[in-house]
């Protein structure tokens, strides 16, 4: 009955370095979705996962980003050589829906609070 | 220009009082319409969801949609300390994954 969850909820990295974060949707979630969200602004969308299938990844900033759902359950977004302009909070959000249909809820974990000094 | 424009506030209002927020959008295509409140360090959560134009009432939440103008409102009545928190609206259309565009989010403070 656990919602989303993400790890760690907060990462420091220095200029340069490499992150992954975590994200466990709810399970027998079909899709998952990953969100930035800089400080004042709300969330932009990133990519999009249904099962193990990335369909889309149009959000992504660059090819830094890189995000994978490999048994359709457990994400990981990974960011590769960080920027300062990478800090932000990275949210991971799930739902029952399939494609194309709005069945569902799309419910949010806390978030991963990422700082880049 | 961005696709979804909100008023970031702050918005401070006397308990009691009735909350008007709003947003405006530009992508007619949009079809569903959501209102998500945020509380500091915590993610989104949905409070309310319309599909196409029209009102939704649930509890003290009212939502209202307009699509003529491309103006969607989140209304709260006999608002609480406890409503305090970001209000967010978003919006998706009929594409793949239905993958939501977030306005900016309205900060509101009601006073006890």
């Known amino acids: 009955g656990a919602g989303v969850s993400q790890s760690p909820r907060y990462k420091v990295a220095k200029r340069g370095q490499d992150v992954a974060l975590r994200c466990d949707p709810i399970?027998?979630?079909?899709?998952l979705f990953w969100y930035q969200q800089a400080l004042g602004q709300g969330p932009e969308f990133l990519t999009y996962f249904q099962n193990e299938a990335q369909l889309d990844k149009s959000g992504l900033p660059s090819d830094r980003f890189f995000a994978e759902r490999p048994e359709g359950s457990v994400s990981t977004l990974k960011i590769q050589r960080t920027q300062q302009e990478d800090s932000a909070v990275y949210l991971c959000?799930?739902?029952?829906?399939?494609?194309?249909?709005?069945?569902?809820?799309?419910?949010f974990g806390p978030g991963t609070r990422l700082t880049v000094l | 220009q961005k696709e979804v424009e909100q008023d970031p506030g702050p918005l401070s209002v006397p308990e009691g009082a009735i909350v008007s927020l709003n947003c405006t959008y530009s992508n007619s295509a949009f079809q569903y319409f959501m209102w998500y409140r945020q509380y500091s360090r915590k993610g989104p959560e949905l409070l309310m969801y319309?599909?196409?134009?029209g009102n939704k009432e649930d509890g003290r939440f009212t939502a209202q949609v307009d699509k003529s103008s491309k103006y969607i409102s989140l209304f709260i009545r006999d608002s609480q300390p406890s409503d305090s928190a970001t209000y967010l609206c978003a919006m998706s259309g009929n594409n793949a994954g239905n993958m939501l565009t977030f306005g900016g989010g309205t900060r509101l403070m009601v006073k006890p």
């Open positions: 959000a799930s739902s029952l829906a399939r494609r194309g249909a709005f069945t569902d809820t799309q419910y």
């Open positions: 399970s027998g979630h079909v899709s």
């Open positions: 319309t599909y196409s134009s």
